[in-house]
């Protein structure tokens, strides 16, 4: 067996984007798990790399004021939160850190004003998530939750604190439940989506669950408020449990009929940063009676439908054609007819698409982690006074506000982070561009 490493004294400079502590020794990087920046830790390197090397922590000798008491009794275990242990206040601080480290360091930017945090709550927001499920042979039961830190293997967990009530409180009774089944063994992953006072868990079934099996998730279902919904196959074969449930909607002011979306649909995790994002969005484009208005990556009509009652045309487009589809719907429910929607694949966009030959004089971005680079050339055809770019990853967000600004003649006016993801590595953020 090779020997630990021997424990080392070091500094902690900063966080990286897995949420870990930052250490130099001998100029080389060491990202050591469990410690925060200003910390003095003895650390022990339990890998080496070429470029860096990784560690852990094995004692806080001197202690950040913002290190604070993680709330769950799985944090350092379970890999679904890596910041708990530090203050909200001081996580806002590193995440806009790193926004403004990525805009500096990969593209050369600084917005000329940084837009005051978006907040909600930090507990119990997570209205979408996926979990994994497993029957431990060795333990003789399941395990439902997220994997382990920096492992493939389920944590065993008894709550969860982050995702909304009631499923926070139903890890263990979801184990339970599943441990009785006669398919325990063949139930991969529970999908979470969560709308205005209802729950719906999508049940990743390899087989079919027996007459038995069936009365005991009707019973569970019941009991305790939720819709399950299984899922043998592909994305198209995810059928109710019971027929007819109910409706699965967000709200968003000024919609009468809210947003609604399927289980297995893309919606922002928490419903209270959700609607402050889509405002200051307004805000910063600030829509005009006159104006049109293009939405990239448009999804349900999450900005859509808000910018439809304030602008004069609206005009999304989303490569997933089932998102289109209800989009379509969403505005016909609010009763909104200046909304069209489109499928295209934006990650390979050209400007002989037919919604870039529309004219537009603002334009939003909602794209994935890989960004936006594709369809820039397209966005900024028509010269928009206003670009808003809503971000889920600081490096391509960089990337895209270097192109805009170097390449198509755009100037970073103002920039923010969202806290979409309390406690977790993610950083979200907004950015608003005009003509240089």
Same mark, same amino acid.
């Given at each position: ?7 080392? =004294? %070091? ?10 502590? $930052? ?24 890998r ?47 995440? #806009? ?7 500096g360091r ?8 940084w837009? &005051? ?10 209205r ?20 382990e ?10 709550r ?7 499923? *926070? *409180?139903l ?6 439940? $599943? ?7 063949? $139930? ?13 868990? =999508? ?5 079919e ?12 279902? %019941?009991?305790? @408020? ?11 074969? =995810?059928?109710?449990? !019971? ?36 405002a ?5 484009? !600030?829509?005009?009676? #006159?104006d ?14 808000p ?9 999304? =487009? ?27 694949d934006?990650?390979?966009? *050209?400007?002989?698409?037919d ?12 794209? &994935? ?29 960089? @990337? ?5 600004? *170097? ?9 923010? $982070? ?19």
């Amino acid at each position: 067996m090779k020997p630990a490493a021997t424990p080392e =004294v %070091a500094g902690i400079d900063d966080l990286d984007h897995a949420g870990r502590g $930052i250490a130099r020794i001998d100029g080389k990087a060491v990202f050591v798990d469990g410690a925060l920046p200003g910390e003095r830790v003895l650390l022990r390197r339990v890998r080496r790399r070429r470029q860096h090397d990784e560690a852990m922590v094995v004692e806080v000798l001197e202690s950040s004021p913002h290190r604070v008491e993680p709330r769950c009794r799985h944090f350092g275990v379970c890999g679904g939160c890596v910041l708990q242990h530090l203050a909200p206040a001081a996580q806002l601080e590193c995440r #806009q850190r790193q926004v403004a480290d990525a805009l500096g360091r990969i593209a050369g930017l600084q917005p000329d004003t940084w837009l &005051p945090p978006l907040t909600g709550p930090v507990w119990a927001y997570r209205r979408r998530a996926r979990l994994g499920c497993r029957y431990v042979a060795k333990k003789g039961r399941v395990l439902v939750g997220f994997r382990e830190r920096a492992s493939p293997l389920l944590a065993d967990l008894e709550r969860c604190e982050i995702l909304v009530e009631p499923v *926070g *409180g139903l890890i263990q009774p979801l184990a339970e439940l $599943i441990g009785g089944l006669t398919i325990r063994e063949r $139930i991969a992953q529970i999908e979470v989506a969560a709308g205005s006072g209802v729950t719906a868990l =999508v049940l990743r079934v390899l087989d079919e669950p027996g007459p038995a099996d069936f009365e005991q998730l009707r019973g569970f279902a %019941a009991l305790h @408020r939720v819709d399950f919904w299984l899922q043998p196959g592909g994305l198209d074969t =995810v059928r109710p449990l !019971a027929p007819d449930p109910p409706v699965l909607r967000y709200e968003l002011p000024g919609l009468a009929a809210g947003i609604e979306f399927e289980p297995t649909d893309f919606v922002q995790v928490n419903d209270a940063v959700n609607q402050a994002m889509v405002a200051r969005a307004l805000e910063l484009l !600030a829509p005009g009676p #006159q104006d049109r208005v293009l939405d990239l990556f448009c999804g349900l009509g999450n900005f859509s439908l808000p910018l439809a009652q304030r602008a004069a045309r609206v005009s999304g =487009v989303e490569g997933d054609a089932g998102l289109v589809a209800r989009a379509r719907a969403n505005a016909h429910r609010n009763g909104i007819s200046n909304a069209g929607f489109q499928v295209a694949d934006l990650s390979a966009a *050209g400007a002989a698409a037919d919604w870039a030959r529309e004219p537009h004089e603002l334009v939003l971005l909602d794209p &994935p982690r890989a960004g936006a680079r594709e369809v820039l050339p397209a966005a900024t055809a028509a010269r928009p006074r206003r670009i808003v770019y809503v971000s889920c990853h600081p490096g391509t967000l960089a @990337r895209d506000a270097g192109l805009l600004v *170097g390449q198509y003649g755009y100037r970073l006016v103002a920039a923010g $982070i969202m806290d979409m993801f309390p406690h977790t590595a993610h950083v979200e953020s907004i950015a608003m561009f005009e003509p240089a």
